[in-house]
């Protein structure tokens, strides 16, 4: 089993939608959970981190729940430019970070 | 701005070639790391550094080795390159400071073996 499990997509949706991914992690003892973007033929880029709290940024919401072991990253009003692969990242401590392998996103007009 | 440059964003390799990716940062950061990407895999850790002369095995180590010689610069090394080695090469640096698990990647080096 991966250690972090995201859905690959594409998920398609139309400018102004609401999109919500969800990553699921296996190891329990993973402390901090982050989500990266990576736009085609390009580097990933660190988009925001993600607290039990929450963490909101703009149009983009992050949320982590420990207890079912699972993130969500939650996408309002998603722009042309918002197309994209995201990528659900988790680490157990230190700078090691373990990727997913990505969710692809699609916004249409 | 951080920068992070990979000394070359293509690359053709015969089987058995013993082959050197670049990285460069300048940051002055401390750890600096090489991935490989694969579709549907995504990103694998293969080393890490965390000091100059310090390296650490990632996931995949195997096949590969590294230098770090000076702080700015990470070195991968293909000691007689396969063709399942062919993949893209991500190098990223991070900084022990702010910003501790953000990590800034370079544009990547796309290396096929032949």
């Known amino acids: 089993r991966k250690e972090v499990e995201q859905d690959p997509g594409p998920f398609n949706v139309p400018e102004g939608a609401t999109v919500a991914f969800n990553c699921t992690y296996s190891?329990?003892?993973?402390?901090?959970f982050f989500w990266y973007r990576q736009d085609c033929r390009k580097e990933p880029k660190l988009l925001m981190s993600?607290?039990?709290s929450g963490n909101e940024d703009g149009r983009f919401t992050a949320q982590l729940n420990r207890a079912s072991q699972y993130i969500s990253l939650l996408i309002r009003d998603s722009k042309l430019s918002d197309s994209a692969t995201y990528l659900c990242?988790?680490?157990?401590?230190?700078?090691?970070?373990?990727f997913g392998t990505g969710t692809q996103l699609k916004v249409e007009l | 701005d951080v920068k992070v440059t990979q000394s070359s964003r293509y690359l053709v390799k015969r089987t058995g070639e013993k082959v050197f990716l670049e990285c460069v940062q300048d940051?002055?950061?401390?750890?600096m790391f090489w991935y490989r990407q694969d579709p549907g895999l995504g990103l694998r850790l293969i080393y890490f550094?965390?000091?100059?002369?310090?390296?650490e095995k990632g996931d995949i180590p195997e096949g590969y080795s590294v230098s770090r010689e000076k702080k700015e610069r990470f070195s991968l090394i293909l000691e007689s390159a396969s063709t399942n080695q062919t993949s893209m090469y991500l190098c990223?640096?991070?900084?022990?400071?702010?910003?501790?698990?953000?990590?800034?990647f370079g544009p990547g080096t796309r290396l096929t073996v032949t």
């Open positions: 990223a640096s991070s900084s022990l400071g702010q910003g501790i698990y953000e990590q800034y």
């Open positions: 190891n329990s003892a993973s402390q901090s």
């Open positions: 993600v607290y039990s």
């Open positions: 990242v988790s680490s157990g401590g230190g700078n090691k970070l373990t």
């Open positions: 940051m002055d950061h401390e750890n």
């Open positions: 550094s965390y000091d100059v002369k310090m390296k």
